[in-house]
């Protein structure tokens, strides 16, 4: 049977091309990109790893293989000091700090946090391209980049990372296990919200260029 993981990135390959090629992605390839823009997505990401790090830790405590829930617990708990760290070095004042949610942050971490109704393996195939989009950027991106003056450069390396890279893996790794096992109609929906969530990606980008903010 062909890898689970073949399949979901195939049936989010368009959503991949397009998030590779959004103007908020390329702009931090080139280090275009205003620090307004950088600094909205920045302000909103802190908000959205507080909820992801508790989803990964809710899968953890599902998952009956010892090996895959000990592999997420460490991803929560090396994921929090590894962004927290990213965050703090650009959100430096209090000023930088959001007070709310955008509405894409919003969706987005409701998506997540409502697969907790779901099948785990459905669960954790929705937290998959938070792992797998962001290395594939980060390393599309790293290459790309010629200018170490880029003022982009630290985020960049955290997602380029080999240890990312490693993490990465393992996360498909256990996503194709679980697959195997898994109904028909369990592994469609685990493809599913793998691609609704990709889709999530981009709009968590488009929200940051777009400078999105509550119209009421």
Request: aromatic fraction near 12%; glycine fraction near 2%.
């Amino acid at each position: 049977m062909k890898k689970w993981s073949d399949e979901a990135w195939a049936a989010a390959a368009p959503v991949y091309e397009q998030i590779i090629n959004q103007p908020f992605v390329r702009g931090l390839a080139d280090g275009s990109l205003s620090r307004q823009r950088f600094m909205h997505y920045i302000a909103q990401d802190s908000l959205y790893i507080g909820e992801y790090f508790r989803v990964l830790s809710h899968i953890a405590s599902r998952l009956r293989d010892s090996s895959h829930a000990a592999d997420f617990v460490g991803f929560a708990a090396d994921g929090v000091a590894v962004e927290k760290a990213l965050h703090e070095s650009y959100l430096s004042t209090n000023e930088d700090k959001p007070a709310a949610m955008t509405p894409a942050c919003t969706l987005y971490t409701s998506v997540l946090k409502a697969q907790s109704y779901a099948p785990v393996e459905v669960e954790a195939a929705a937290v998959l391209p938070c792992f797998w989009v962001y290395q594939k950027v980060g390393e599309t991106i790293y290459k790309a980049c010629t200018d170490s003056a880029n003022p982009y450069k630290a985020w960049i390396d955290t997602y380029a990372d080999p240890a990312f890279e490693a993490s990465t893996q393992r996360a498909i790794a256990i996503c194709d296990e679980l697959a195997q096992t898994a109904s028909p109609e369990t592994r469609a929906a685990m493809t599913e919200i793998f691609v609704l969530c990709t889709k999530m990606e981009w709009l968590f980008w488009d929200s940051a260029w777009n400078l999105e903010k509550w119209k009421i």
